[in-house]
T-cell receptor
Framework: KAGVTQTPRYLIKTRGQQVTLSCSPI?????VSWYQQTPGQGLQFLFE???????NKGNFPGRFSGRQFSNSRSEMNVSTLELGDSALYLC????????????FGQGTRLTVV | GNSVTQMEGPVTLSEEAFLTINCTYT??????LFWYVQYPGEGLQLLLK?????DKGSNKGFEATYRKETTSFHLEKGSVQVSDSAVYFC?????????????FGAGTRLAVHP
């Protein structure tokens, strides 16, 4: 069974640009969540998508957005990038029910210069 | 709100030493509890989990017991190996209403020396 695939693995962007990250969950999983990991703030929940609907959202500004497609693949977008957006962005795949095990991808390392 | 507190690292041990990483939580309701491990340059891997009070999760020699009375989920291993060197995260799941959201502790870096 293929794991969670995140692309690209590494990105370098300039302040003010926007970026789109992609996540392909495990086959059959309908829930995709996104997390931001930084040395200062640790792991923070961004949002969760289930059946193409955002059903939970963390405390991040509106510059952070996402979507989910009918095949459960998800993208997250960050607009007007700031230096502080530099982080490892992790995607988690779950079957869909509450309190189920989350399977993480290897992450996308975003560097904003 | 819900939160997780872990002991600060780094924790440095010699091979075959006993490991304890403390984790306490604050939560309403009855969350599930998890330990995740992160190796350098990698994402998170689930190490073990417990879904209700007094449950013991175990995997690869690691164990943790869900203690509701002390709101704790301490990670233990009887004999660590160099290959256990990684960052360990304690987490709880805010899963009420069908939603999935993990609240993580700050992480504890473990370094095991031969």
């Amino acid at each position: 069974k293929a794991g969670v695939t995140q692309t690209p693995r590494y990105l370098i962007k300039t302040r003010g640009q926007q970026v789109t990250l992609s996540c392909s969950p495990i086959s059959g999983h309908r829930s995709v969540s996104w997390y931001q990991q930084t040395p200062g703030q640790g792991l923070q929940f961004l949002f969760e998508y289930f059946s193409e609907t955002q059903r939970n959202k963390g405390n991040f500004p509106g510059r952070f957005s996402g979507r989910q497609f009918s095949n459960s693949r998800s993208e997250m977008n960050v607009s007007t990038l700031e230096l502080g957006d530099s982080a490892l962005y992790l995607c988690a795949s779950q079957p869909g029910g509450a309190n189920t095990e989350a399977f993480f991808g290897q992450g996308t390392r975003l560097t904003v210069v | 709100g819900n939160s997780v507190t872990q002991m600060e690292g780094p924790v440095t041990l010699s091979e075959e030493a006993f490991l304890t990483i403390n984790c306490t939580y604050t939560a309403t309701g009855y969350p599930s509890l998890f330990w995740y491990v992160q190796y350098p340059g990698e994402g998170l891997q689930l190490l073990l989990k417990a879904t209700k009070a007094d449950d013991k999760g175990s995997n690869k020699g690691f164990e943790a017991t869900y203690r509701k009375e002390t709101t704790s989920f301490h990670l233990e291993k009887g004999s660590v190996q160099v290959s256990d060197s990684a960052v360990y995260f304690c987490a709880l799941s805010e899963g009420s209403g069908g939603y999935n959201k993990l609240i993580f502790g700050a992480g504890t870096r473990l370094a095991v020396h031969p």
